[in-house]
Nanobody, 112 residues
Framework: QVQLVESGGGLVQPGGSLRLSCAAS????????MGWYRQAPGKQRELVAS???????DYGDSVKGRFTISRDGTKNTVYLQMNSLKPEDTAVYYC??????WGQGTQVTVSS
């Protein structure tokens, strides 16, 4: 059983930065594709970024060039560095492992 715990969300001004972390427990982390998704009120959940076990990354069009996903196998943790944040980045951000395991989410609010 995989458990995911996100942290690092909060309130930030437009143009600011945040780094989200997702700590995974259980075995198999190094083999999993890991992803960050987000869901804003009234909208569908969407892919923000993903990273495979080999380190290949993919990003949603709206965050390319601003967000960076990375993983640390020694800590069973995946990160999302978010720079140049915009109000439209406001959402609950969820960590995903192997397409089927989800964290509880962490709120990111971008507002002045």
């Amino acid at each position: 059983q995989v458990q995911l715990v996100e942290s690092g969300g909060g309130l930030v001004q437009p143009g600011g930065s945040l780094r989200l972390s997702c700590a995974a427990s259980g075995s198999g982390f190094s083999f999993y594709r890991m992803g960050w998704y987000r869901q804003a009120p009234g909208k569908q959940r969407e892919l923000v970024a993903s990273i495979t076990s080999a380190g290949l990354t993919d990003y949603g069009d709206s965050v390319k060039g601003r967000f960076t996903i990375s993983r640390d196998g020694t800590k069973n943790t995946v990160y999302l560095q978010m720079n140049s944040l915009k109000p439209e980045d406001t959402a609950v951000y969820y960590c995903n492992a192997a397409w089927i395991h989800w964290g509880q989410g962490t709120q990111v609010t971008v507002s002045s």
